[in-house]
C-alpha cells in the first residue's frame, strides 16, 4: 500500500524557517504531482504549494509566494517544502499528497493520497 509520510514539522519563532519532508513508498514515476496543503485551526483545509514529479514546475499560493519553495527528490522519493520568514499565520497541520494527475490545478485535480499530517506552530 502506498504510503505518504510527512515530518520536520515544530515550534518556530515569527521570522524563522522550518523544512518539511513528504516521504512516497511509491516510485515517483507513476504519480503526476505532489502537493502541500495546510488547516488552520477551525480553518478549512488550504493548498499551499504543488509540484510535477517529471519536469519540477511548481506553483504557489498567493501568500508563500517568494517565502516558500517546494522541490523534489527522485533519489530520494521526497517533496520538500521549505519555508522561511514565517508568520503566525502559517500555523497549522500541513499535510502532504499525491496525485496521478500532471495539471497543476490543485482546484481541479483528485488528489488520492494523504500524509498523516504535521504541526507547524510559528510563535509570536
Known amino acids: 500500500q502506498v504510503r505518504l509520510v510527512e515530518s520536520g514539522g515544530g515550534v518556530v519563532q515569527v521570522g524563522g524557517s522550518l523544512r518539511l519532508s513528504c516521504t512516497t513508498s511509491?516510485?515517483?514515476?507513476?504519480?503526476?504531482?505532489m502537493g502541500w496543503f495546510r488547516q488552520a485551526p477551525g480553518k478549512e483545509r488550504e493548498f499551499v504549494a504543488i509540484?510535477?514529479?517529471?519536469?519540477?514546475?511548481?506553483n504557489y499560493t498567493d501568500s508563500v509566494k517568494g517565502r516558500f519553495r517546494i522541490s523534489r527528490d527522485y533519489a530520494r522519493n521526497t517533496v520538500d517544502l521549505q519555508m522561511n520568514s514565517l508568520t503566525p499565520e502559517d500555523t497549522g497541520v500541513y499535510y502532504c499528497?499525491?496525485?496521478?494527475?500532471?495539471?497543476?490545478?490543485?482546484?481541479?485535480?483528485?488528489?488520492?493520497?494523504w500524509g498523516q499530517g504535521t504541526q507547524v506552530t510559528v510563535s509570536s
Open positions: 499528497a499525491s496525485s496521478t494527475d500532471w495539471r497543476l490545478v490543485p482546484e481541479s485535480i483528485e488528489f488520492d493520497l
Open positions: 509540484i510535477r514529479w517529471r519536469d519540477g514546475t511548481s
Open positions: 511509491e516510485r515517483t514515476f507513476s504519480r503526476g504531482v
